[in-house]
Nanobody, 118 residues
Framework: QVQLVESGGGLVQPGGSLRLSCAAS????????MGWYRQAPGKERELVAR???????NIAQSVKGRFTISRDNAKNMVYLQMNSLKPEDTAVYHC????????????WGPGTQVTVFL
């Protein structure tokens, strides 16, 4: 059974940093493209960072230069380092693999809330 559990969110002031973690079971993160997604209230889900099995990373323009995605193959975990946080980064963050033709086959975890407040 595939399970993804995100952690590391919290309250932070603008300019602060957070490191999100995604613990995966039932799926090998090094063998699958993995991404960090976020969804703010009233907005669509947005892919902010993605890492391929070969280690290539793609970062959304809105967070480029501030967010970094990485993984630990031995621990089967994926991370999102977020620096220089802005209020517009406030959202629930999830990790997941790539969607298939009919959507995501990997169930969504609980997510972790990131709130950047003035």
């Amino acid at each position: 059974q595939v399970q993804l559990v995100e952690s590391g969110g919290g309250l932070v002031q603008p300019g602060g940093s957070l490191r999100l973690s995604c613990a995966a079971s039932g799926i090998i993160v090094s063998s699958n493209p993995m991404g960090w997604y976020r969804q703010a209230p009233g907005k669509e889900r947005e892919l902010v960072a993605r890492i391929t099995p070969g280690g290539t990373t793609n970062i959304a323009q809105s967070v480029k230069g501030r967010f970094t995605i990485s993984r630990d193959n031995a621990k089967n975990m994926v991370y999102l380092q977020m620096n220089s946080l802005k209020p517009e980064d406030t959202a629930v963050y999830h990790c997941n693999s790539d969607p298939g033709p009919t959507g995501w086959s990997t169930p969504w975890g609980p997510g972790t809330q990131v709130t950047v407040f003035l």
